[in-house]
């Protein structure tokens, strides 16, 4: 079975962090911020909290053998 990543105890979110896509891109926190806030990357606000849908950051799947 998968073991579940640090944070990831509820399953996959599908919405994660700047922290976590820049992570997940090696690209810098801020980095990320601006490429939201310039259209580039496609986020939410919620509330104040900034939140980019997995599926803008993550390939997806079908397809694999």
Do not use: D, H, M, N
């Amino acid at each position: 079975a998968p073991t579940a990543g640090a944070g990831e105890g509820q399953g996959e979110r599908p919405w994660l962090t700047p922290k976590e896509v820049a992570a997940l891109t090696a690209q810098s926190e801020p980095t990320i911020r601006r490429q939201c806030y310039s259209g580039i990357l496609p986020s939410r606000k919620f509330g104040r909290a900034l939140r980019i849908p997995r599926a803008a950051v993550e390939p997806k799947r079908s397809g694999e053998a």
